[in-house]
């Protein structure tokens, strides 16, 4: 006698449907407490006693001005790592996991002894007032910052800065002093590294998370409105907008009839094209999702083929995704959800 199972859509529409904080989510014994776990082995090993608590939350984060981890709710559930895969192209595996750990970190750190409050900080790092904004001018020759994730990221804040510099001096097996000598910012390495030594035996209490704070019990919206309130978009006006790069990239149906459709060839390497054009840009995957769904279909709608290897289409592709997200982050400000109580200026 057999049993009706669930298809993955309908456990994937009953799960899209449920609010996230019904979902009865929790850290213990999930991929995220070992990841915790491994987090703090590595700050044992630099002799810091200061165990930032972790939490689930809507994304990687630290509260502003408070040292606790915000981890994404995704990660301790199997089921809601495959819809987030397919929202946004790329679930963190735990080398990216440990990377965006150590980052928010960094800002716990910072938050739980006040460092930015100090006068050497404020000369390594800069003012911590400075206004913090989302989009941000990267100068991707300077050698006055480190690079740990995404792209430029230090650059964007010094909040950030220091986080950055922290994620790298925490790295285990890092051989920072080698990999940064001669640049400026082997003077923020080495900064971090002493403040660090003053403050290890110290162990400040951090308060729970509050509502503000967006812990899962205070995520009272479904999993569908979650992937929704992030699905911001590049404001092309005119479908038509990059038809013609789209034919120097692809070619007819004419002069290639075999060829393989280039709406299906984006298909196939979606997830790809996406993850490394967010990677390289610094911008949301929801952006680059969403622009690289529209390509796709007017790549249909114009009939295009790929005209030759696989390869250099690939790349001109990826490239191609890059310049423009890039240059609308520099040029342009996407709308934001209204939904968000994120505190600033301490996402990741």
């Keep these: 006698m057999t049993t009706d199972q669930p298809t993955w859509e309908q456990e994937r529409a009953a799960l899209l449907g449920r609010k996230i904080s019904e979902?009865?989510?929790?850290?213990?014994?999930?991929?995220?407490?070992r990841l915790a776990n491994r987090l703090y082995a590595e700050l044992d090993a630099k002799g810091v006693s200061f165990h930032p608590p972790v939490y689930l939350s809507d994304q990687w984060g630290c509260p502003d001005g408070t040292p606790l981890i915000g981890v994404p709710f995704y990660l301790v559930d199997p089921r809601l790592e495959r819809i987030e895969a397919e929202m946004s192209a790329a679930v963190e595996d735990d080398y990216e996991s440990m990377r965006f750990m150590r980052h928010e970190c960094g800002h716990a750190m910072n938050y739980a002894f006040r460092l930015y409050d100090r006068p050497d900080w404020r000369g390594v790092f800069g003012p911590f007032s400075r206004p913090y904004r989302e989009r941000y001018r990267a100068d991707p020759f300077s050698r006055d910052y480190v690079r740990h994730i995404l792209g430029w990221y230090a650059q964007k804040h010094p909040d950030e800065d220091f986080a950055e510099t922290f994620a790298v001096w925490l790295t285990p097996d890092y051989d920072w002093r080698r990999d940064y000598a001669g640049w400026p910012a082997l003077g923020k390495l080495e900064y971090v590294d002493r403040v660090m030594h003053e403050v290890a035996e110290l162990k400040p209490t951090p308060p729970a998370p509050e509502e503000d704070d967006l812990p899962v019990e205070a995520m009272r919206y479904t999993v569908a409105e979650h992937y929704a309130s992030t699905d911001d978009r590049l404001p092309i006006?005119?479908?038509r907008q990059f038809d013609t790069d789209l034919r120097r990239i692809f070619v007819s149906a004419g002069d290639s009839p075999d060829g393989e459709s280039a709406q299906w060839f984006i298909r196939r390497h979606f997830r790809e094209i996406v993850s490394r054009v967010s990677y390289w840009t610094g911008e949301s995957p929801s952006v680059v999702r969403s622009f690289v769904d529209y390509l796709a279909h007017r790549a249909?709608?114009?009939?295009l083929r790929v005209g030759g290897l696989e390869a250099p289409a690939l790349v001109e592709l990826t490239a191609f995704g890059t310049a423009v997200v890039m240059n609308h982050r520099y040029h342009h400000t996407l709308r934001r959800p209204a939904r968000s109580t994120r505190p600033e200026p301490s996402p990741i």
Excluded: A
Aim: no cysteine; aromatic share 0%; proline share 0%.
């Design 23 to 33: 979902l009865g989510l929790t850290i213990r014994g999930s991929r995220v407490e």
């Design 237 to 239: 006006s005119d479908e």
């Design 300 to 303: 249909g709608t114009l009939e």
